[in-house]
């Protein structure tokens, strides 16, 4: 399994100093915390795009992609959202394939809807064809990564008449698709219909809604034919803040919870803690927990964690983040390894993908049983 961590870029004020990060300050620190990632030993560090306040999340994360890429050695870096609704299709196929030859194939990407409103229409797009938006999009990037000299015609953009997006993917090989929703099954089953991941952010819903989204998406999975439903790739997401005891990681974390951008107001953080899968406590309580989650997503191939949101300055957020490197992952990974099946598919990688690609196994858009039929 792949370890990580991702920021969705916020600009909170501290609400304990009051201290309110520029962009300038905010960015640097995401950086800092990107080559932390990699230091500490962990496996991936993903970045949101956002396009409004308080979010200084890129609005293009190629850009910070490849920022990170020149400065580290390992880690794969991937989006915690691509806006595949009101980005251009072009744009992605383009500038992803670009970072994927800049960083060696380091890279992936979780496309989604995102959760704000007042995007679309500032990007000449109507949130209520949000879903259909990802299925048109998607469709067309699949074909732009795939296909030189392309004619296409869809409802949302202009036609294109033989046209080649440039550059063409690393190895012939486009990068690894998570398709990233907390509440839309059309999403789950775009994800199965196309043999790609399938990225639930495991941070506000309850374990039976998660549950309920991944095994649809697995069972989906194995209907089109790519392999049977344990086989099917999932990532969660996760959120954490640790101390040396419960109540002292309660206390400190208490005043962020709170204020926080993206739950503050609502419920009380021991409500949101039995609720969702936000634990606050040990070390050891964090892996109990992460482990648990198996429970019922099954055998899934990465967990990427929240840790630098809701103000919290940035030597907490390095502090955390060595505690998961160092006292965290490290039994995860044991644990893991000891309890998953050898039938599990690997988390994927650029290496992997040639191969699959190599083998002629790569999965076939609709299902091979389809294809075959076809024949």
């Known amino acids: 399994m792949q370890f990580g961590i991702f920021s969705i870029g916020d600009v909170t004020p501290d609400p304990i100093t009051g201290h309110l990060p520029s962009e300038q300050e905010r960015i640097r620190a995401t950086v800092a915390?990107?080559?932390?990632?990699?230091?500490?030993?962990?496996d991936v560090f993903a970045i949101g795009q956002h396009h409004n306040p308080p979010f200084v999340a890129p609005a293009n994360?190629?850009?910070?992609?490849?920022?990170?890429?020149?400065?580290?050695?390992?880690?794969?870096?991937?989006?915690?959202?691509t806006l595949i609704t009101t980005t251009d299709p072009v744009r992605i196929a383009e500038d992803y394939a670009y970072v994927q030859h800049l960083t060696q194939g380091r890279i992936d990407l979780t496309l989604g809807r995102g959760n704000t409103g007042p995007v679309y229409p500032w990007f000449g797009k109507d949130i209520r064809a949000g879903i259909p938006l990802a299925v048109e999009n998607y469709a067309l990037l699949q074909q732009l990564w795939r296909e030189?000299?392309?004619?296409?015609?869809?409802?949302?953009?202009?036609?294109?008449?033989?046209?080649?997006?440039t550059p063409?993917?690393?190895?012939?090989?486009?990068?690894?698709?998570?398709?990233?929703?907390i509440r839309s099954p059309e999403i789950a089953e775009q994800a199965a219909y196309?043999?790609?991941?399938?990225?639930?952010?495991?941070?506000?819903?309850?374990?039976?809604h998660t549950g309920r989204m991944i095994d649809l998406y697995r069972e989906r999975y194995e209907h089109y034919g790519h392999g049977?439903?344990?086989?099917?790739?999932?990532?969660?997401?996760?959120?954490?803040?640790?101390a040396e005891t419960k109540e002292q990681a309660m206390r400190e974390f208490r005043p962020y919870f709170d204020r926080a951008p993206v739950y503050g107001g609502g419920p009380s953080l021991e409500d949101f803690s039995t609720m969702t899968p936000l634990t606050v406590g040990t070390p050891e309580e964090v892996i109990e927990r992460t482990l648990s989650f198996r429970d019922y997503a099954g055998d899934y191939q990465r967990q990427l964690f929240l840790m630098d949101h809701a103000g919290l300055p940035l030597e907490t957020?390095?502090?955390?983040?060595?505690?998961?490197?160092?006292?965290v992952v490290p039994v995860l990974r044991k644990e893991v390894a000891a309890r998953t099946p050898e039938t599990v598919v690997a988390p994927p990688t650029h290496e992997r993908l040639k191969q699959r690609r190599a083998e002629g196994s790569d999965p076939v858009p609709g299902g091979r049983k389809n294809d075959d039929a076809a024949h």
Do not use: C
């Open 168 to 181: 063409r993917p690393l190895d012939g090989v486009p990068p690894f698709v998570w398709h990233g929703s």
């Open 228 to 242: 049977p439903a344990e086989q099917a790739i999932v990532g969660l997401g996760g959120q954490v803040y640790m």
């Open 33 to 42: 915390i990107a080559k932390k990632a990699e230091e500490v030993g962990l």
């Open 194 to 208: 196309y043999g790609d991941g399938f990225f639930h952010n495991n941070i506000f819903w309850n374990k039976e």
């Open 317 to 327: 957020v390095l502090k955390q983040i060595e505690l998961l490197g160092e006292k």
């Open 61 to 81: 994360p190629p850009i910070f992609m490849a920022y990170i890429a020149a400065q580290t050695q390992r880690i794969l870096l991937s989006t915690a959202t």
């Open 148 to 165: 030189e000299n392309v004619d296409w015609k869809g409802r949302f953009r202009t036609p294109l008449q033989d046209f080649t997006a």
